[in-house]
């Protein structure tokens, strides 16, 4: 009966062992802070090249929060319902604030694909190890989703190396040059002329293929390495709010830009 009573009680154990930094609410806010940083690089300060750099941080650190959800979650269905809810309720507001249309779903699109995937390797029912994966990624390709099937693929790839610190540095780090690589060339990173290190020969060959705007994405890496020591708890309510609440105050923005 003691041990009927014992197991009871035990709190619910993680589904998957992830390491790395598993403080979500703080990298939410991160993230966030590095998105609006983007976005207002695109709509209000078109002119200034590092504000999209700095963006790239943001959609590396959301997927791996993905990650991390999947394997805390109680109830994949009721997870992949919240995403999707925030994110229809926010394409209007994505759509006025960064000039997109209804064939250009935002980002929370993406991390429904990717958790789906998840769902599916996770469960491994009626082949959905296979399906599962396969399907979200042509869902990607067909909605044209941000970030497309890559966004999507990249979230899978984190998923498989979740228990190995050097796995993942070295699945981004691959990524991060595979997707730099038709990406533009970043020669200069506040005031600082990056032109010289594309003219040294020894190290031109190194050196290049990380200074390009993508390829930047691995900056994001020691924040999903690193483990900090206490987690910051919001309302789910709070931290789904901020998505949307960052698009509306970037249309407010540009609408004030544009009158005044």
């Known amino acids: 009966m003691t041990k009927?009573?014992?197991?009871?009680?035990?709190?619910?154990?993680?589904?998957?062992?992830?390491?790395?930094?598993?403080?979500?609410?703080?990298?939410?806010?991160?993230?966030?802070?590095?998105?609006?940083?983007?976005?207002?690089?695109?709509?209000?300060?078109?002119?200034?090249?590092?504000?999209?750099?700095?963006?790239?941080?943001?959609?590396?650190?959301?997927?791996?929060?993905?990650?991390?959800?999947?394997?805390?979650?109680?109830?994949?269905?009721?997870?992949?319902?919240r995403l999707a809810a925030v994110g229809l309720i926010s394409q209007p507001l994505y759509m006025q604030a960064l000039n997109h249309s209804w064939q250009e779903p935002n980002v929370f699109l993406t991390l429904c694909l990717g958790l789906a995937a998840i769902w599916g390797l996770r469960e491994k029912r009626f082949g959905s190890e296979i399906w599962a994966p396969l399907l979200a990624l042509c869902a990607a390709v067909q909605t044209n989703c941000d970030y497309g099937w890559r966004g999507v693929l990249f979230i899978l790839l984190l998923y498989a190396c979740r228990t190995s610190r050097p796995a993942i540095a070295a699945v981004m780090a691959a990524f991060c040059l595979y997707w730099g690589t038709n990406s533009s060339t970043v020669t200069q990173f506040f005031f600082i002329n990056l032109g010289?290190?594309?003219?040294?020969?020894?190290?031109?060959?190194?050196?290049?293929?990380?200074?390009?705007?993508?390829?930047?994405?691995?900056?994001?890496?020691?924040?999903?390495?690193?483990r900090f020591p206490r987690d910051c708890r919001l309302p789910k309510w709070v931290g789904y709010s901020l998505y949307p609440a960052h698009l509306a105050l970037l249309w407010l923005l540009e609408y004030l830009k544009r009158v005044l």
Request: include cysteine.
């Open 4 to 81: 009927i009573i014992e197991a009871t009680a035990a709190p619910k154990q993680k589904l998957q062992p992830v390491t790395g930094n598993t403080a979500t609410g703080w990298l939410k806010l991160i993230a966030l802070v590095f998105m609006f940083i983007d976005h207002s690089g695109k709509m209000l300060f078109p002119n200034i090249f590092e504000m999209r750099v700095l963006g790239r941080i943001a959609f590396p650190i959301y997927a791996w929060c993905i990650v991390v959800g999947a394997g805390y979650t109680r109830s994949m269905p009721r997870y992949i319902l």
């Open 196 to 226: 010289p290190l594309f003219s040294a020969s020894s190290l031109s060959v190194l050196i290049t293929p990380w200074l390009r705007l993508q390829t930047l994405a691995i900056l994001a890496l020691p924040l999903i390495l690193l």
